[in-house]
């Protein structure tokens, strides 16, 4: 503790502006050409959503532009191929999230998912598709708050914090086109796609940030055989694109710790029946965020020693320090077949939603949610099946520096899906899981603020007296017995010849008068 005549500095608060999702239900009525054969099953549908383009207008409301691409998959009567139909719904949706604070950083994180898809044929020609997907939506401020300057005829009580004093973060849109040589003579259709972002480097110079990083693209697509309607073969592939971006953060040199990610807001995969050539083209954002310890003497509390003195004081939750998080961890899970023997795999898949994250020890949080798994497969007598399958998970991951304060920006995402083919004839699937994100370490402080002396109050004391004794318990210190006597710390301090101002007192104590 530290008694100063003035209260200098800023602190950096973090505050949780919106945290919540929106939903959009997605309807189809759809007829198939005359050049896909009719249905006779189903086999499954999916459906995959992405975000355009996001915008916060005024202070109050997000503007999300998105589409949600449609698969369904089936089967034609006396024919083990297996057709795609693919269709496009698009939406836009205005999320009223409450007032933000004026002149603060403000930073919004979206993902979105499927919630349900119900697909049944009403004909042979013609299909209804009526589902619902979430997107994610947390919102978070940053601002600097700058300390009340407080009278210099007061006495002070500070504390020292070692905090953010600045935090500077800036974002990038790009796209990217690439094109993935499969090897396949011709690809009929995509049947599932996939896109994992990581950072791999970042490099900090004087007022500018160097992102490097890729982006791991899966999908699952159909062989194209010349005069054959449908798919036999399915293959899948994995391909890394390499991404990198500079960024300007006016204000930032080598001394800044930082943390950055990139977040893949739209993939689209092409194909072509001519050839194994699959061109991607992919929206993705980059954030970074920068910042540097200062240590900031925050007012906790005061008194006047000559008049009556009122205060308020007001919380702040000040950001210390931004870290990353990046684990890795696998999960299984058996899907079966209704009693039928599975002989092969065509593709597999799993996805991570519902995810929460709780502090759990001090330096530990535990993470849980929900694993969909999906599997399309062959079974004995060579007729194509879908398998799904949900089941619960939960970790406890150690990260250093987490208290109960700490706020957390958590995602899971499933980076790579494995399969094996028990004797029993079922399918055991394996699901290789990252968790990243940023632990933000935040301190709740209370500070002094709105500070009144009332110079018609002065304060009564016993004039008649140069010294006084008092007998601590051991339950106060030099401040404490200043502010009840109407003293200064400094007096006490040097009458008593006592060091440590924050040291619990005993015995009897000299108060001088000032």
């Known amino acids: 503790m530290e008694e100063l005549r003035r209260s200098v500095g800023a602190v950096c608060v973090s505050e949780t502006v919106y945290d919540g999702q929106a939903e959009q239900g997605v309807e189809l009525d759809y007829v198939l050409p005359d050049y896909y054969p009719e249905i006779f099953r189903i086999l499954c549908c999916r459906l995959t959503p992405r975000i355009m383009a996001y915008s916060l207008v005024g202070d109050s409301k997000l503007m999300i532009d998105g ?3 449609i698969r369904v998959m089936y089967l034609a ?9 693919e269709q496009r719904y ?21 993902s979105s998912r499927a919630d349900y898809c119900n697909c049944r044929a009403v ?8 589902g619902a997907i979430s997107t994610k939506i947390h919102i978070t401020s940053v601002r600097s708050v700058a300390l009340p300057v407080m009278p210099d005829d007061i006495q002070i009580k500070s504390a020292e914090l070692l905090c953010c004093g600045n935090i500077v973060s800036a974002d990038k849109q790009f796209t990217v086109r690439e094109e993935i040589e499969t090897g396949a003579s011709g690809i009929c259709c995509i049947m599932r796609t996939n896109a994992i972002p990581k950072v791999n480097e970042v490099r900090i110079i004087a007022d500018k940030a160097v992102i490097k990083g890729q982006v791991t693209v899966s999908a699952a697509y159909g062989i194209y055989k010349e005069g054959e309607q449908g798919c036999i073969e399915i293959e899948r592939m994995t391909a890394d694109i390499p991404v990198s971006q500079i960024i300007e953060l006016t204000g930032i040199d080598e001394e800044h710790s930082y943390t950055a990610d990139i977040d893949v807001l ?11 050539i699959i061109t991607c083209n992919m929206l993705a954002v980059c954030r970074i965020s920068c910042c540097k310890e200062a240590v900031v003497s925050v007012p906790v509390d005061l008194f006047s020693t000559e008049f009556e003195t009122e205060h308020t004081m007001k919380q ?16 299984k899970a058996v899907l079966t077949s209704d009693g039928n023997h599975i002989e092969a795999v065509l593709d597999c898949s799993a996805e991570v939603y519902n995810v929460s994250c709780t502090p759990a020890d001090d330096d530990s949080i535990k993470i849980s949610g929900v694993i969909g798994y999906q599997a399309m497969c062959r079974n004995s007598d060579g007729v194509p099946c879908w398998l799904e399958k949900q089941e619960s998970f939960e970790q406890i991951v150690s990260v250093e520096r987490t208290t109960k304060d700490s706020a957390m920006d958590i995602s899971v995402v499933c980076i790579d899906t494995d399969h094996s083919i ?10 290789m899981t990252e968790v990243s994100g940023v632990i933000t370490d935040t301190e709740v402080v209370a500070v002094t603020d709105n500070v009144t002396i009332h110079e018609d109050r002065p304060r009564k004391l016993d004039s008649g007296y140069a010294l006084r004794i008092c007998y601590a318990d051991g339950n106060e210190s030099s401040w404490d017995i200043a502010k009840r006597y109407g003293t200064s710390v400094e007096a006490i301090l040097s009458e008593n010849d006592i060091a440590d101002r924050d040291e619990a007192l005993t015995g009897m104590v000299l108060i001088p008068t000032v």
């Open 422 to 431: 028990r004797p029993d004839g079922t399918v055991e699937l394996t699901a």
């Open 316 to 331: 702040l939750r000040a950001v210390k320090s931004c870290n990353d998080l990046s684990r890795q961890f696998t999960q």
């Open 123 to 130: 004909s042979g020609r013609r299909i209804d598709v009526r």
């Open 77 to 85: 009567e006396d024919s083990n191929a297996v057709h795609c139909i």
């Open 67 to 69: 589409n949600v691409d």
């Open 90 to 110: 698009t939406y836009s949706k205005t999320v009223d999230i409450g007032k933000t604070a004026a002149g603060s950083d403000i930073r919004v994180k979206l």
């Open 266 to 276: 739209n993939c689209e995969l092409g194909c072509s029946n001519e050839n194994g």
